[in-house]
Every structure is written in structure tokens, then in C-alpha cells.
């Protein structure tokens, strides 16, 4: 058996690779369920920086471990179990997929980005200065850079193999998706990120936005997938020092795409590396943000 693993990448020899993703490697455990391991790997303008974020993986699986536990309440998932322990034994054999693995049903997956903002940044930011509306949302005149919106808004998005993911409007969602699903997945997406959100304020921090993921199990039922609230999929704010007009203090990789901005690189692969003050200090960013949210420390593995 030869099995090679390291933080960015895995490769096991008796594991099925069905998918490698710009952070996560997908295994095949059987017909109906995945082994999803969140690597080291970042990625920042649609591009897969040679730096790994040293305990990254072990972050996002922790943290989205979290909240599906939170939100089970509200929506049904694919999370079978994060417990090393009850992996099956091909997968134990392998201890270095220890915290950073999650053994999940597999699913028919929608082919869309579930989106929703509760701020004014980023690409909505962009969008507004130029149109006074995100995403079909037209929007009060006079808002600035990071204000609150007067209602979270959802914007979808096509989840791109490769590249961007792109904005679409609501008449293209139902096409993809179909009238009664786009209907069920907006409301769906829009209460998630309200007890999402309203745990989280209570904690200090902010999630300005986030994406989510569904799929459809055998049965036909609805299961929030992938990862959920992460440092990756969301813009997390300190809500102690949140201040509308500029940009904010963030706990996700907004520190790393700043970074980026200050140098002279095209956003084309290839993308240049990090110094090590910039990995480590996401690292810190990354760690601080699951210590605020669920009160204790990362679990070592």
C-alpha cells in the first residue's frame, strides 16, 4: 500500500480521489458516502498559493463540525461523523487525516453557490459604486463601504469547477434549479445566516456575508453540505471595532488577499508565495476566529 499525504496535497493508494478541490481532496467510501479532507491549501483570487496555512484544514473541519451541530435544528445535513475514531478502518489507517476528515453522505449537489450578505463589501461593494444595486438588489442611495444592509439579501452564484464563481440573477437560479427548489434554498439560506449571525454577534464577531452549499439525498430531502461558516466562506468582522466607511478587522483570508494587492502580480497562476510573517499571522487569524465562536481551543490532533 503507498499512501503520500502532506498538508496541501493527498494521495493514498487505496482511497478513491473522485475530486480535488482548491482546498478539499474527496474520496469515494463506498457508493453512498465521502471522506472530505480540508488541506492546508489557501486560495485567493482564483488562485492556489504554493504557501500553506499551517492548521487550516483542521480549522475549517472543526469549525464547520460546529456549526452543523448548531444548525441541526434548522436544517437537515451531510455530516455522518468528524470522530476519527468511527471513521471506517481504511480511513483510520491513516493518521494524519486525523481532524481535518469528515465522513459525509454523498449527495446530488446543486450547481449553485448559495449566497447571502448582510454587508456592503467586496464584489457587492464594486457593484453598488457602479449601479446602486447588488446583484438585482436595488439599494438605498448613500450607503458606504461596509455599512449594514437594511435586510440581508441573497445572491446567488453558479460554483464554478474552475475560475470565478459568477454572480447570476434570480430568474437565472430558478432556471437552474427549478421555481420550487430556487424558493426553498433562498429561504433556507436567508434563516441559516440569521441564527448564524445572531449567535455570532453575540460572541463578537460579524459575518458580513457567507456562501452555502445543498444537496439532495436519496430520499429527495435537502442537506446543507461542504463547509459551513468558515474563515474561507465568509467575511468575519470584530464587532468591537466595526466601523462603517472603511474596511474592516477581519478573522478570514480578506489579511491574505491584502497582502496580494501590495505586490505587482497580475492575478494569473502562477501565484507567488508568502512570507512566512504573512502564513503565520493567518494562521493566528484563522485560530482566533474559532476560539471567539466556539469558546475553546482548536482540539489537537
Not at 473522485?18 to 474527496?26: C, F, L, P, Q, S
Not at 480549522?59 to 471513521?87: C, K, N, Q, Y
Not at 478502518?89 to 487525516?97: A, F, P, S, T, Y
Not at 459575518?207 to 467575511?235: C, M, N, Q, Y
Request: charged share 25%.
Amino acid at each position: 500500500m503507498i499512501a503520500t499525504s502532506t498538508v496541501s496535497e493527498t494521495s493514498f493508494s487505496d482511497l478513491m480521489l473522485v475530486h480535488r478541490g482548491k482546498v478539499r481532496d474527496v474520496y469515494a467510501i463506498g457508493n453512498d458516502r465521502l471522506l472530505l479532507v480540508a488541506t492546508d491549501r489557501i486560495s485567493a483570487f482564483d488562485c492556489i498559493l504554493p504557501t500553506p496555512i499551517e492548521k487550516k484544514g483542521s480549522v475549517l473541519t472543526a469549525l464547520s463540525t460546529f456549526w452543523f451541530d448548531r444548525l441541526g435544528d434548522i436544517t437537515g445535513h451531510h455530516l455522518i461523523t468528524a470522530d476519527f475514531g468511527l471513521m471506517p478502518e481504511m480511513v483510520q489507517r491513516h493518521e494524519d487525516l486525523r481532524g481535518r476528515s469528515v465522513l459525509v453522505k454523498k449527495t446530488k449537489v446543486f450547481p449553485v453557490e448559495c449566497v447571502v450578505r448582510g454587508y456592503l463589501e467586496g464584489s457587492g461593494w464594486k457593484d453598488y459604486q457602479a449601479t446602486g444595486a447588488v446583484c438585482g438588489h436595488d439599494l438605498p442611495a448613500g450607503l458606504r463601504q461596509c455599512d449594514k444592509l437594511p435586510e440581508p439579501i441573497f445572491t446567488p452564484a453558479t460554483k464554478a469547477t474552475s475560475g470565478h464563481d459568477e454572480n447570476i440573477s434570480m430568474p437565472e437560479f430558478v432556471n437552474i434549479v427549478g421555481a420550487e427548489t430556487a424558493a426553498k434554498l433562498s429561504s433556507l439560506t436567508l434563516r441559516i445566516y440569521k441564527e448564524a449571525t445572531d449567535y455570532a454577534i453575540g460572541r463578537g464577531i460579524i459575518i458580513a456575508d457567507t456562501k452555502f452549499e445543498f444537496g439532495v439525498d436519496e430520499h429527495g430531502s435537502i442537506l446543507l453540505i461542504d463547509e459551513v461558516l468558515t474563515p474561507d466562506s465568509s467575511r468575519f468582522w470584530a464587532a468591537g471595532s466595526y466601523e462603517a466607511g472603511r474596511a474592516q478587522d477581519s478573522f478570514d483570508k480578506q489579511f491574505v488577499r491584502e497582502y496580494l494587492e501590495t505586490l505587482d502580480w497580475d492575478k494569473q497562476p502562477p501565484a507567488p508565495a508568502l512570507p512566512k510573517e504573512v502564513a503565520d499571522a493567518t494562521t493566528e487569524r484563522y485560530l482566533q476566529a474559532y476560539r471567539i465562536l466556539t469558546g475553546t481551543e482548536l482540539p489537537k490532533n
